[in-house]
């Protein structure tokens, strides 16, 4: 389970060409389910558009597609897909809506535009990095509360919200392969009855 770059949420930028206008629209999709459902709402807001190109890259089956939607072939989809993978971005999707601005660009101009408003829209974007975790529970006697948050900050863990009851429980996520060193920590704290589970590994933005 390797690490990856993505795209938090969406982005859009906008460009113009021999009075072409070209707006790059991107978002954060890690199923073809989302990566279709936001081409679908960029279609439906810009439905007088003359083209919406599109090119999306998944982590899952390292699945790929790209569409010229009416363009001339490898001038706006796969140029769009390139710059994805020039980026070292993966499940990330960009639609970029073209409004005809009267001149003809030629194909080496729609490469040129194209490339140049997926650099834009990725520009725009807030990359962030996809690791593999683990979630985990920790639950301890109030007297030992403030020990165990800073072991849990030692060991690079992000806590969530601490519920208090009849004892304390620290929900928390943790880089994968840092759980065993935690536990042990966690056992000399407790002396050697710790009460902590760990979910199966999964990934996530972390940092």
Same mark, same amino acid.
């Given at each position: 389970?390797?690490?990856?770059?993505?795209?938090? =949420? $969406?982005?859009?930028?906008?460009?113009?060409?021999?009075?072409?206008?070209?707006?790059?629209?991107?978002?954060?999709?890690?199923?073809?389910?989302?990566? !279709?459902?936001?081409?679908?709402?960029?279609?439906?807001?810009?439905?007088?558009?003359?083209?919406?190109? *599109?090119?999306? #890259? #998944?982590?899952?089956?390292?699945?790929?597609?790209?569409?010229?939607?009416?363009?001339?072939?490898?001038?706006?989809?796969?140029? $769009? !897909?390139?710059?994805?993978?020039?980026?070292?971005?993966?499940?990330?999707?960009?639609?970029?809506?073209? *409004?005809?601005?009267? @001149? !003809? !660009?030629? @194909? =080496?101009?729609?490469?040129?535009?194209? @490339?140049?408003?997926?650099?834009?829209?990725?520009?725009?974007?807030?990359?962030? @990095?996809?690791?593999?975790?683990?979630?985990?529970?920790?639950?301890?006697? *109030?007297?030992?509360?403030?020990?165990?948050?800073?072991?849990?900050?030692?060991?690079?863990?992000?806590?969530?919200? $601490?519920?208090?009851?009849?004892?304390?429980?620290?929900?928390?996520?943790?880089?994968?392969?840092?759980? $065993?060193? #935690?536990?042990?920590? #966690?056992?000399?704290?407790?002396? =050697?009855?710790?009460?902590?589970?760990?979910?199966?590994?999964?990934?996530?933005?972390?940092?």
């Amino acid at each position: 389970m390797d690490a990856y770059q993505t795209v938090a =949420g $969406t982005a859009t930028a906008r460009i113009e060409e021999k009075k072409s206008e070209f707006i790059a629209h991107i978002s954060f999709a890690d199923t073809e389910e989302k990566a !279709l459902a936001f081409l679908n709402a960029v279609r439906a807001e810009h439905r007088t558009a003359s083209h919406n190109v *599109y090119a999306y #890259l #998944l982590r899952e089956g390292a699945r790929m597609r790209y569409s010229d939607d009416g363009e001339p072939a490898k001038t706006s989809g796969l140029p $769009t !897909l390139e710059a994805i993978r020039h980026a070292h971005l993966t499940d990330c999707v960009i639609v970029t809506t073209r *409004y005809f601005g009267g @001149t !003809l !660009l030629g @194909t =080496g101009g729609l490469v040129r535009a194209y @490339t140049a408003a997926a650099g834009a829209a990725i520009a725009a974007a807030r990359r962030v @990095t996809v690791q593999p975790c683990v979630h985990g529970v920790l639950r301890v006697d *109030y007297a030992l509360y403030e020990q165990a948050q800073r072991l849990l900050a030692e060991a690079g863990a992000q806590q969530e919200e $601490t519920q208090f009851s009849h004892c304390v429980t620290i929900p928390f996520v943790l880089l994968l392969g840092r759980e $065993t060193a #935690l536990r042990e920590s #966690l056992q000399q704290l407790c002396r =050697g009855s710790v009460d902590l589970t760990f979910s199966e590994p999964y990934f996530a933005p972390f940092g």
